[in-house]
């Protein structure tokens, strides 16, 4: 049986999950990749880490809607957004910031 989240069911998955799937597409392939990112209660941030060849930079270019999944499996449930993605304006990069650092999961090796 399947129900939907409520509001704040999904704002309370986004909140406590710091990693997503970001699935982009150049209009013929999709390409899915691992992604941190902070939520402020309306907006997703991420912040791309890359090579000037990369693969994600090129499909980000290309991608004129983008899809965000986040999942938890105890119990099942997932959230999904989808919306175009934008250059963080200078005077948002505060609140960017502060999401990014209060949400997003960074992983050290």
């Given amino acids: ?8 069911e999904s704002d309370t998955l986004l909140f406590e999950s710091g990693v997503g799937v970001l699935a982009l ?3 013929t392939e999709a390409y899915s990749i691992p992604e941190s990112f902070g939520y402020d209660g309306e907006t997703l941030y991420f912040q791309f880490v890359y090579t000037p060849e990369s693969k994600k930079m090129a499909f980000l270019e290309t991608t004129e809607t983008a899809t965000f999944t986040v999942y938890d499996e105890q119990p ?3 959230v999904v957004v989808s919306g175009t993605l934008e250059p963080v304006p200078e005077d948002e990069e505060p609140k960017a ?3 990014i650092t209060e949400n997003a ?3 050290r090796l």
Avoid at 1 to 8: G, I, V
Wanted: net charge neutral; glycine share 4%.
């Fill in 76 to 78: 099942a449930k997932s």
């Fill in 1 to 8: 049986m399947t129900t939907e989240l409520s509001r704040t």
């Fill in 25 to 27: 597409t150049d209009g």
């Fill in 105 to 107: 999961s960074i992983i």
């Fill in 97 to 99: 910031a502060t999401a």
